[in-house]
Each structure stands twice: as structure tokens, then as C-alpha cells.
Nanobody
Framework: VQLQASGGGLVQTGGSLRLSCAVS????????MAWFRQASGKPRELVAS?????NYADSVKGRFTISVENADNTLYLQMNDLKPEDTAVYYC??????????????WGQGTLVTVSS
């Protein structure tokens, strides 16, 4: 299974972008999916997750929406009202529950989002 993230780019403050993460296989096999981001010089952080409900980082609540389209095996992140502090490389990740507390994670390659002020 491979994850292919796309949709990043350069946008002005207040603009919108939609990120996509195409999964080469059935997306229904995963117990959860998420978007992370990593800004230059900072640790990777969770942006939004889906699976047993949706969760968002406080910094993106009300502006970002995570969704899954099972028909085309794609995870999306709709980003509205973008701010310069949203500038980062965005990564998608899948999660599968194995035996006990074991988890299997797969990562996409990342897509760069740059928000200009």
C-alpha cells in the first residue's frame, strides 16, 4: 500500500487549498487516518484525524476539515482561511490496529504548503 499526497502550493493569507492523499488500495482497511504537518525547524504535529470521530488541533479548528472518500480511496484536508503559520510540509498517515496495542502506520511523502503574508 502506498500513499500519495498532493495539493500543496503557494497561497496568500486568507486563501484556501485542498490536500489529497490517494491510497493504492482499499481505504476501508484502515482504522484511522490523519494529516500531520512539519514546519521548518519544528517537530511534526497532528493537524487532524478521522476514525472513531474527527479531531483537530486547536490551531486549525473551524478552518480545516478532514474527510474520507471511500469510493476513490482518498483522504482530504480542506484548508480555509490560511495563515502564514500554516506554512509546513503536510503528511498523510494511515493507522491499522494489530494484535493488542500494536499499531501499523504508513506515511505519505509530504506536500508543501506555503502561505504568504
Amino acid at each position: 500500500v502506498q500513499l500519495q499526497a498532493s495539493g500543496g502550493g503557494l497561497v496568500q493569507t486568507g486563501g484556501s487549498l485542498r490536500l489529497s492523499c490517494a491510497v493504492s488500495g482499499s481505504i476501508s482497511r484502515f482504522d484511522g487516518m490523519a494529516w500531520f504537518r512539519q514546519a521548518s525547524g519544528k517537530p511534526r504535529e497532528l493537524v487532524a484525524s478521522v476514525g472513531g470521530g474527527t479531531n483537530y488541533a486547536d490551531s486549525v479548528k473551524g478552518r480545516f476539515t478532514i474527510s474520507v472518500e471511500n469510493a476513490d480511496n482518498t483522504l482530504y484536508l480542506q484548508m480555509n482561511d490560511l495563515k502564514p503559520e500554516d506554512t509546513a510540509v503536510y503528511y498523510c498517515r494511515t493507522e491499522r490496529h494489530l494484535k493488542g496495542w500494536q499499531r501499523e502506520y504508513l506515511w505519505g511523502q509530504g506536500t508543501l504548503v506555503t502561505v504568504s503574508s
